[in-house]
């Protein structure tokens, strides 16, 4: 039996691996350079043959991953929620790419659990539960950290952009500047509306579909102040000035309102993660005591029902230190 567990641990190691390798593996050093070298002159040119090059540049590369995603929404319950989320974090990765590496992972965690001698029940349970969780909550982090940066330097993009229109240049010259000075997922954002804008589309569709990506609030400001000027006219670099302001100060409230729960958080992350602490701890010390847990139904019970009244109570310390602004 040992035996078996080894090779079954070393099997799915080995697979994860060739997931992982064929999932995120990049291009020779050669083909790398070249990309680089591409992105740099897409990026500095605004002639409008090189933008249409890098779209239909990544139109070829979407239909590439076509065939592999088109297998992964098979089994990926909402495949255009997660596509979304994917493009959110600003990889370029795939539902191919992201089905594999959760398909490894559950692999492994499940091999590690049969080789501690877990229920194969269990350890199935939990490996599934590690293959989903895990990379959603990692994609999550990378959502909301992209966001972050984001929403920090966007102010600054906006003032820049009312420089720019206090010199005389029109709104998508300005977009233009702003895409190429502006580092971050800002100048990625205005970069792809700069593009969208040199092949056909319209400002506001352009501006519209960086939106529905991105989904935050501050944007969504700023789409709709460009909109009310379009229809209404008025001063546009007064309007986008006070934006910037707005939105500078929307930022300080929410720091302000971080370090006042700062306190209630910590308590919170303490009191939620002791028993589990304890457990692992007591797991570590005696492992054939807590196993009773998995095996006499009424631990079993009693466990279930302490993680029910944890959740309720986790729940309802999040609403009270969760503001919204």
Same mark, same amino acid.
């Given at each position: 039996? *040992?035996?078996?567990?080894?090779?079954?641990?070393?099997?799915?190691?080995?697979?994860?691996?060739?997931?992982?390798?064929?999932?995120?593996?990049?291009?020779?050093?050669?083909?790398?350079?070249?990309?680089?070298?591409?992105?740099?002159?897409?990026?500095?040119?605004?002639?409008?043959?090189?933008?249409?090059?890098?779209?239909?540049?990544?139109?070829?590369?979407?239909?590439?991953?076509?065939?592999?995603?088109?297998?992964?929404? &098979?089994?990926?319950?909402? *495949?255009?929620?997660? &596509?979304?989320?994917?493009?959110?974090?600003? &990889?370029?990765?795939?539902?191919?790419?992201?089905?594999?590496? !959760?398909?490894?992972?559950?692999?492994?965690?499940?091999?590690?659990?049969?080789?501690?001698?877990?229920?194969?029940?269990?350890?199935?349970?939990?490996?599934?539960?590690?293959?989903?969780?895990?990379?959603?909550?990692?994609?999550?982090?990378?959502?909301?950290?992209?966001?972050?940066?984001?929403?920090?330097?966007?102010?600054?993009?906006?003032?820049?952009?009312?420089?720019?229109?206090? !010199?005389?240049?029109?709104? =998508?010259?300005?977009?233009?500047?702003?895409?190429?000075?502006?580092?971050?997922?800002?100048?990625?954002?205005?970069?792809?509306?700069?593009?969208?804008?040199?092949?056909?589309?319209?400002?506001?569709?352009?501006?519209?579909?960086? !939106?529905?990506?991105?989904?935050?609030?501050?944007?969504?400001?700023?789409?709709?102040?460009?909109?009310?000027?379009?229809?209404?006219?008025?001063?546009?670099?007064?309007?986008?000035?006070?934006?910037?302001?707005?939105?500078?100060?929307?930022?300080?409230?929410?720091?302000?309102?971080?370090?006042?729960?700062?306190? =209630?958080?910590?308590?919170?992350?303490?009191?939620?993660?002791?028993? +589990?602490?304890?457990?692992?701890?007591?797991? +570590?010390?005696?492992?054939?005591?807590?196993?009773?847990? +998995?095996?006499? !139904?009424?631990?079993?019970?009693?466990?279930?029902?302490?993680?029910?009244?944890?959740?309720?109570?986790?729940?309802?310390?999040?609403?009270?230190?969760?503001?919204?602004?």
């Amino acid at each position: 039996m *040992p035996g078996v567990s080894i090779l079954l641990l070393a099997g799915g190691a080995g697979f994860t691996l060739l997931l992982l390798a064929a999932a995120f593996g990049g291009p020779s050093a050669d083909k790398a350079k070249a990309k680089r070298l591409e992105l740099v002159r897409e990026r500095h040119s605004r002639s409008t043959e090189v933008a249409a090059q890098a779209q239909m540049r990544r139109i070829y590369a979407q239909r590439q991953n076509r065939a592999v995603d088109d297998f992964a929404q &098979r089994f990926i319950p909402n *495949p255009a929620l997660l &596509r979304r989320r994917l493009e959110q974090t600003g &990889r370029t990765w795939s539902l191919g790419q992201y089905a594999m590496a !959760s398909a490894g992972l559950g692999v492994v965690v499940l091999a590690l659990l049969l080789f501690k001698g877990m229920p194969l029940l269990l350890a199935l349970s939990l490996g599934l539960f590690a293959g989903v969780a895990v990379p959603h909550f990692i994609v999550g982090q990378l959502i909301k950290r992209r966001i972050n940066k984001f929403t920090q330097r966007f102010p600054d993009a906006i003032e820049l952009a009312v420089r720019g229109l206090r !010199s005389g240049l029109p709104i =998508s010259e300005t977009i233009g500047i702003v895409a190429s000075e502006v580092p971050g997922p800002v100048g990625v954002e205005f970069r792809n509306v700069a593009d969208k804008m040199k092949i056909g589309r319209t400002m506001e569709a352009a501006l519209q579909d960086v !939106s529905d990506r991105l989904g935050t609030p501050e944007f969504q400001f700023f789409v709709i102040s460009l909109a009310i000027q379009r229809e209404t006219g008025g001063n546009l670099a007064e309007t986008l000035s006070n934006l910037a302001t707005v939105l500078r100060q929307r930022a300080a409230m929410k720091l302000k309102i971080k370090a006042m729960s700062s306190e =209630s958080k910590a308590s919170a992350y303490i009191i939620g993660a002791l028993p +589990f602490i304890v457990f692992g701890l007591i797991w +570590f010390i005696n492992g054939t005591y807590m196993q009773n847990f +998995f095996v006499d !139904s009424r631990l079993m019970i009693a466990g279930g029902g302490g993680l029910v009244w944890m959740s309720i109570g986790a729940f309802i310390m999040a609403k009270m230190i969760n503001f919204e602004i």
